[in-house]
């Protein structure tokens, strides 16, 4: 049987993108973003809240997009998969995880002032799928398919006298 491994995320950045460059000119960029649950308390009846946070890692492309637009507060889409990286730690010989998210795809939500005041349009989406670099214009959307005129209502059905519900005098308000 085939697995799934699959993250979609909207939150707000935590801090700036840590953005490192490697020899090869490849670059990562790091963040974190916060993604809150709000709920109403059954017993107390207060708003209730939790923080969840979540590390990203950006690749390549996005990584450089993400270091040249995101800022902390900006809210995001993100897409991707998780990841678990695995070391030991050289100052005390113990191994250590790190859970992160792979971003494959990811929107940047909000206005633009949340985004570290680019040029883009209001909706910039970057990753796999075709999305490669920023849109230098905001996209034409096709026009919304016309729907052809209602169909006249068909006349009530009377039902027939002695018996069923016809002979009620209460209006039913649904």
Same mark, same amino acid.
């Given at each position: 049987m085939a697995s799934v491994n699959k993250v979609i995320l909207v939150g707000n950045l935590g801090r700036d993108p840590?953005? %490192?460059?490697?020899?090869s000119g490849d670059q990562v960029a790091n963040v974190t973003i916060a993604t809150s649950d709000? *709920?109403? +308390?059954?017993?107390?009846?207060?708003?209730?809240? !939790?923080?969840? *946070? !979540? %590390? #990203?890692?950006?690749?390549? %492309? #996005? /990584?450089?997009i993400a270091g040249q637009y995101l800022r902390k507060g900006s809210q995001i889409y993100v897409e991707g998969s998780i990841r678990t990286r695995k070391w030991t730690d050289q100052a005390s010989g113990q191994e250590r995880y790190a859970t992160e998210i792979r971003v494959d795809q990811m929107q940047m939500l909000g206005s633009r002032e949340g985004r570290g005041g680019g040029t883009q349009g209001d909706e910039d989406s970057f990753g796999g799928g075709g999305y490669g670099a920023p849109r230098s214009a905001p996209a034409q959307r096709p /026009? /919304?398919?016309? %729907?052809? $005129?209602?169909? $006249?209502?068909?006349?009530?059905?009377? /039902?027939? !006298?002695?018996?069923?519900?016809?002979?009620? +005098? +209460?209006?039913?308000?649904?």
């Open positions: 840590e953005i %490192r460059t490697f020899p709000r *709920w109403k +308390d059954k017993q107390s009846g207060e708003m209730r809240e !939790h923080t969840e *946070w !979540h %590390r #990203l890692v950006f690749n390549g %492309r #996005l /990584a450089e /026009a /919304a398919p016309q %729907r052809p $005129p209602a169909a $006249p209502a068909p006349a009530p059905v009377q /039902a027939p !006298h002695g018996g069923g519900f016809g002979d009620m +005098d +209460d209006d039913i308000p649904f």
